[in-house]
């Protein structure tokens, strides 16, 4: 079994390589972002393809769609820090057929590599019961209070990137970002930029 690794941080995919090919019949090739990513799947055809949310450019979601529209039969698990269920509905959305956490027990990866590449799916208890018993619905429409620059940066947000990444990006100071995320949070009812992204997945702006 072939496995693409698409992660940007050296440390997760060096643990993650290690711990497949010590199953003794996983071969692992890697790649640090969606571009490279992209062009590892088309190279290697893996049987599966384990991919991070957030990284650097474009996102691990976006990169899900990508492959998925030059292979509809590719096998994909997210691996992310993000355990809140909105960022596993994403995923599902754009096609993943797994989703793991970087906080849970690391054999749950292995586990999940291996029931995707069987054919099935695979998503933890604990995120599919909050999926199923999240009944939690949006009142009035906030968005409508942003101003373009706002939303643009909100869709970076929801895109994993962050705020120097969001600075560099449209060429403005990092405190201009910082101020503009202040103002959203106050528009839309957010504490931190983490509930920021939350509001973009579930708008569908990443």
Not at 83 to 101: M, S
Not at 178 to 198: D, F, H, V, Y
């Amino acid at each position: 079994m072939r496995v693409l690794i698409v992660d940007d941080h050296p440390i997760i995919v060096a643990g993650c390589s290690a711990m497949l090919a010590d199953e003794g019949d996983m071969e692992v090739v890697d790649a640090r972002d969606a571009e490279t990513g992209l062009a590892a799947f088309i190279e290697h055809q893996p049987d599966v393809a384990v991919v991070d949310i957030a990284m650097p450019g474009v996102s691990g979601l976006e990169l899900a769609r990508r492959i998925l529209a030059h292979d509809p039969a590719a096998r994909i698990v997210v691996f992310s820090m993000n355990d809140d269920p909105i960022f596993a509905a994403r995923a599902i959305e754009a096609g993943a057929k797994g989703y793991v956490t970087k906080n849970d027990d690391p054999w749950l990866l292995v586990k999940a590599v291996r029931e995707v590449a069987g054919g099935g799916v695979f998503l933890m208890p604990k995120i599919a019961n909050r999926l199923a018993f999240d009944r939690n619905a949006s009142s009035a429409n906030p968005m409508a209070t942003l101003t373009p620059r706002e939303a643009e940066i909100l869709r970076m947000l929801g895109a994993g990137l962050g705020m120097a990444e969001i600075a560099e990006a449209t060429q403005v100071s990092y405190k201009t970002i910082a101020n503009s995320c202040s103002i959203m949070k106050r528009k839309l009812g957010a504490r931190t930029p983490m509930e920021l992204m939350r509001i973009a997945l579930e708008q569908k702006l990443a």
